[in-house]
């Protein structure tokens, strides 16, 4: 995926948020919501890794794993109108997972690691039908902040350690659906909403070298509470 792209389109998410906190003209259509999202990171790795660090150096490539991690985010949405809108996410990001084993010589090697990222996750939001139904896409910007892994070997011990040559930051893109459950009467200017959610995260791999690449398709549920911004009720379900 382009960074360049990436950036840019961060930054006009980033734009439509500050726009909405000082305008004035059209503070009887805004409508923020604020709350938390949890979930789980379904990893899928590809690609190749054998030289893990300077000190380990797998018995053969490693081409393929998965694995399961949790992700733990506050949000913040703006929604101008029952269409178009805004979402921000940034949160503990779960990548890890184990390698299929490997062998050779009559050896078995395995892998496993604990990569983890603190996630910036600006997205545009997308509800174009009179449902509860919504779309997002927009980037990613994942900080790392876990990147151990333990590598075992037939008859040696196990290896601990650190990846040599990890991305301090990684870009890429997602692109989801979710859906929106009222959980307060349409009549209450105050509204609570429930929403599950699927999204698919492609982009950069962990390292600058070799060629792991990592896929992850996230399942989860936000909870958000909200506010109409006037004096009535607010009982559109058509938002996250």
Partial sequence: MNSKRILILSASVVVLLHSALFSQ?????????YGGAVGVNFNYYGGQVQALNAGTT??????K??????????LVEYHPDPVWGAMLHLGYD??????????????????????????LEPS???????????????????????KSFTYSQTGQSDVPGDWSSSRGAVLGGQAGLGYDFSLSDASSNSQVKLSPFLAVHVGQGPRSV???????????????FGSTGTGSGGGDDGGL
């Fill in 210 to 224: 070799e060629s792991w690449s990592l896929t992850t398709v996230r399942m989860g549920i936000a909870l958000k």
């Fill in 25 to 33: 003209s059209r503070s009887g259509d805004r409508e923020w919501w």
């Fill in 65 to 74: 794993g998965a694995g399961a991690g949790l992700y733990l985010a506050p």
């Fill in 58 to 63: 797998s018995l053969a490539p490693f081409t």
């Fill in 94 to 119: 779960g990548r890890r997972g184990s390698f299929d084993e490997v062998s050779s010589g009559g050896n078995n090697a395995s892998l496993s690691t604990s990569l983890s990222y603190l996630s």
């Fill in 124 to 146: 545009l939001r997308i509800a174009p039908f009179p449902s509860p139904v919504y779309f997002f896409v927009g980037p990613r910007v994942g900080f790392n902040i876990g």
